[in-house]
């Protein structure tokens, strides 16, 4: 374990785009954290591929392996205790997962909207970017927020802001937010890693 650095897992299931980001600004410096483990839903997902390259030890848990939610989210907690993180990071991370106590106020998740605008379950992917198209929003955005067991809820730590253009599609959309989520999420965690 590197001494000063905060230790955390982050939870992927799919591109591994977030991760990625992280592990770029980590090595950059511009990121102080020290990856204990990386957890997938999918043994596919391209986010494994990232961590492998960044020597950080990786895990498969998939929800279908489980009787019920409880016994994931047991499997789940219990590898991030293994791993001795402190903070955990939702990176794309598509399950729902239900949060221990000891865990409470230690996982955080980035929203591609500014909840509770276009947020909760389906809400995900360019779901998110086309309903915010369809309302006729003018801002759109991201949220970094504290993960409670509901859908997309919990203390809301940053936003950040764009604006939505009248020609704007579900995609280029996307991309704008996702610029936005690059900064705000190494953000957020810096503000974490940084309290005592």
Request: a positive charge; glycine letters at 0%.
């Given at each position: 374990m590197n001494v000063g650095l905060l230790p955390i897992a982050v939870l992927i299931s799919g591109g591994g785009?977030?991760?990625k980001n992280l592990i770029d600004r980590c090595s950059q410096g511009a990121l102080h954290v020290d990856f204990r483990l990386v957890v997938s839903s999918n043994p596919k997902a391209k986010g494994l591929q990232y961590a492998q390259q960044a020597s950080i030890p990786t895990r498969v848990i998939r929800k279908r392996d489980f009787k019920d939610g409880l016994?994931?989210?047991q499997s789940m907690f219990d590898a991030i205790r293994e791993s001795k993180a402190r903070l955990v990071v939702m990176g794309g991370y598509l399950e729902h997962l239900l949060i221990?106590?000891?865990f409470e106020n230690r996982v955080i998740n980035i929203h591609p909207s500014l909840i509770p605008a276009f947020c909760g379950k389906g809400m995900y992917g360019l779901n998110v970017h086309q309903a915010a198209i369809d309302f006729g929003v003018k801002v759109s955005g991201c949220t970094v927020h504290y993960v409670d067991n509901q859908y997309d809820h919990g203390p809301i730590l940053m936003q950040r802001v764009c604006e939505v253009f009248e020609d704007d599609t579900a995609e280029t959309l996307q991309q704008r937010v996702f610029q936005l989520e690059c900064e705000a999420?190494?953000?957020a965690i810096s503000q974490?890693?940084?309290?005592?």
């Open positions: 785009t977030t991760l016994a994931h989210s221990p106590s000891d999420l190494p953000a974490i890693a940084r309290k005592p």
